[in-house]
T-cell receptor
Framework: GQQVMQIPQYQHVQEGEDFTTYCNSSTTLSNIQWYKQRPGGHPVFLIQLVKSGEVKKQKRLTFQFGEAKKNSSLHITATQTTDVGTYFCAAHSGSARQLTFGSGTQLTVLP | DSGVTQTPKHLITATGQRVTLRCSPRSGDLSVYWYQQSLDQGLQFLIQYYNGEERAKGNILERFSAQQFPDLHSELNLSSLELGDSALYFC???????????????FGPGTRLTVL
């Protein structure tokens, strides 16, 4: 079945540093979604990318979808302690009805 | 608050037992998804229902079953429980238009199942 690989698994940063997580697929993706799960919480939808090469921004968060629609990244500029959590990418490919989640990147921000 | 409710919040039971987890989707959402999240694991898709019918199946064990009722709430039944079934079980809902692939999924707070 479809797999979405996400790296790194863990990332510790000092508050104010930047952070990036990457998702890669061997197959072309129809779209990619990003979710954030705070410690003890549930996944919360952040954004969806659909077009090849698409870039979207939400304040300090920048989301990119690769030209070949096989990879995506989430970049956080100047992290804050409120950014702590696990970031998941999730994607459909082809006609697949189910959303496949990456393994997540657990971000720790040290004050 | 996503608008998706799940009960119970916590469940502790013994091996071999059977439990039922319940989910009420957001108002207007026709699709319900069930996921399992184990410690240090990502979100494993189990099953999806759309307007009462099974729509997609993931890595759901034969000991697990689900259904969606006419009022659109859903139940996940887990039987012959094993220690390894201990996990967080999330329900999510979406509007799920015909294409479904661009749907946003809204997750409930989850049910933490502990099998002793």
């Amino acid at each position: 079945g479809q797999q979405v690989m996400q790296i790194p698994q863990y990332q510790h940063v000092q508050e104010g540093e930047d952070f990036t997580t990457y998702c890669n697929s061997s197959t072309t993706l129809s779209n990619i979604q990003w979710y954030k799960q705070r410690p003890g919480g549930h996944p919360v939808f952040l954004i969806q990318l659909v077009k090849s090469g698409e870039v979207k921004k939400q304040k300090r968060l920048t989301f990119q979808f690769g030209e070949a629609k096989k990879n995506s990244s989430l970049h956080i500029t100047a992290t804050q302690t409120t950014d702590v959590g696990t970031y998941f990418c999730a994607a459909h490919s082809g006609s697949a009805r189910q959303l496949t989640f990456g393994s997540g990147t657990q971000l720790t921000v040290l004050p | 608050d996503s608008g998706v409710t799940q009960t119970p919040k916590h469940l502790i039971t013994a091996t071999g037992q059977r439990v039922t987890l319940r989910c009420s989707p957001r108002s207007g959402d026709l699709s319900v998804y069930w996921y399992q999240q184990s410690l240090d694991q990502g979100l494993q898709f189990l099953i999806q229902y759309y307007n009462g019918e099974e729509r997609a199946k993931g890595n759901i064990l034969e000991r697990f079953s689900a259904q969606q009722f006419p009022d659109l709430h859903s139940e996940l039944n887990l039987s012959s429980l094993e220690l390894g079934d201990s996990a967080l079980y999330f329900c999510a809902s979406s509007v799920a238009a015909a294409s479904a692939q661009t749907d946003t999924q809204y997750f409930g707070p989850g049910t933490r199942l502990t099998v002793l």
